[in-house]
């Protein structure tokens, strides 16, 4: 009950003028470059990798002319040309392929998160039907005429695995496309369907990884609906993947859709089409787990599922910290809405007052889907006590957002909780380095 929620269709939004492929995502940093400045590509090039993670290619999403230099960390490419049958690839295999055709991206280690070596059999494969998060790509609306090619992707996936066990994560719900989804996997006696409720954030896959048991196995791989149609492109058809669909929306979308666009989409052609009034905050991700896309970014990023539009608050409100939240769904029963009757929450970045002390209320431990204590776990990142964090479950955080959600002290915990992650594997890898 959210204003701003995607509708089911996909739209192709209209061929760009201009490419502004970023050269950086959430996981992923393209530092070596492999063309030069002037140069004319063609479609599905490689313009440059990720030495850091294995290799992984950034790929031409388009045939024109790139610019090195005309937006920092961004490699430019100018008269991009109409999309056409890109040229097939069939002179590597196996995960060789999925890295050079820009299907890797799709894939994330259950434990870490990270891009997981594709040299590295995996243990157990998670594959998710559903993304819950507000106004983020929804997976039905990618499997909607692409069930065929999502069964080829599941069964080159389970090829390349061998011995792999296989996990799908399908809602548990009554539906039509559902009702296909547990026929196609009837017919897979290798995969293991795992019903959940459509509940934030029950399709997260590493929380799936831990309800089947999998948390101390490595590696795990772990994908969405678009890393398995990916996968059929490039190991199918010996494909690159130059698309991705893309959810705009949130209460400040003028018009909230599913779009079907490539890395590198000017975001400021898309901010000229889809957005209603100004100031406006854009995230790159779902409201509760993405972050603000900053003015360094121009266009769309490889790992991109959805960008979120958020009415910008710049005014100061008269008492804001007293108001009684008749707009608001209540988490706890100490808002006014518990009075109302059903209606539709519109989100913006208004905090209604400032950060205080924790006082220790339990709510985000009864909203944590993991079984944590964000706050304590927070208390101990505060103190840089990352080792005793660690050892209540630090590395188990699904950086879902819903500890900062219903926090009534409006305190940041799941930021604070993800900065810890990232800085106590450092210095667990320092340490490694060190031994």
């Known amino acids: 009950m959210l204003e701003g929620k995607p509708s089911a269709e996909i739209r192709d939004l209209p061929e760009p003028e201009i490419l502004h492929v970023p050269i950086f995502s959430r996981r992923l940093s393209f ?37 090195l230099d005309a937006a920092a960390r961004h490699l430019t490419i100018e008269n991009p040309k109409p999309a056409t049958d890109a040229a097939v690839d069939d002179s590597v295999s196996g995960t060789e392929a999925l890295v050079r055709l820009g299907a890797w991206p799709y894939f994330a280690d259950a434990a870490t998160g990270d891009v997981p070596d594709p040299a590295a059999p995996p243990k157990a494969i998670v594959v998710t039907t559903i993304h819950l998060d507000a106004f983020l790509v929804r997976g039905d609306v990618q499997l909607s005429g692409a069930l065929d090619a999502f069964g080829e992707g599941l069964g080159l996936l389970h090829s390349l695995a061998g011995d792999a066990a296989f996990h799908l994560v399908v809602p548990r719900l009554s539906s039509e496309l559902a009702s296909r989804i547990k026929e196609l996997t009837g017919k897979l006696s290798w995969l293991q369907a795992l019903e959940v409720d459509v509940r934030y954030p029950f399709g997260n896959c590493k929380l799936a990884a831990e309800q089947l048991g999998l948390g101390e196995q490595s590696p795990v791989w772990t994908l969405g609906v678009e890393g398995v149609l990916a996968v059929a492109a490039a190991l199918g058809d010996s494909k690159p993947c130059l698309s991705r669909v893309i959810s705009i929306g949130g209460p400040a979308a003028a018009k909230a859709i599913h779009a079907r666009v490539v890395p590198g989409y000017p975001i400021e052609a898309i901010r000229s089409s889809y957005v209603e009034g100004d100031p406006v905050r854009i995230v790159n991700g779902g409201a509760l787990s993405g972050a603000a896309l900053g003015d360094e970014q121009h266009g769309v990023d490889v790992e991109c599922l959805g960008l979120t539009m958020l009415p910008e608050n710049t005014e100061r409100e008269f008492l804001a910290f007293a108001q009684p939240g008749f707009g608001k769904h209540a988490f706890t029963r100490t808002f006014a809405s518990v009075l109302r009757p059903m209606f539709r929450e519109r989100y913006s970045t208004a905090v209604r007052g400032e950060p205080r002390p924790c006082v220790q209320c339990g709510s985000c431990s009864r909203a944590c889907a993991a079984g944590l204590t964000p706050f304590l776990i927070a208390h101990l990142a505060d103190r840089k006590r990352l080792d005793d964090a660690a050892g209540i479950g630090l590395g188990k955080c699904l950086n879902c957002g819903l500890c900062s959600y219903v926090c009534l002290s409006k305190r940041e915990n799941s930021q604070t909780i993800f900065d810890a992650i990232d800085t106590y594997r450092k210095e667990q890898a320092a340490l490694v380095e060190q031994a």
């Open 31 to 67: 530092d070596d470059a492999r063309v030069e400045d002037g140069q004319d590509v063609a479609e599905g090039q490689v313009l440059a990798v990720d030495p850091a993670n294995f290799g992984t290619a950034l790929l031409a999403p388009r045939a024109g002319t790139v610019r």
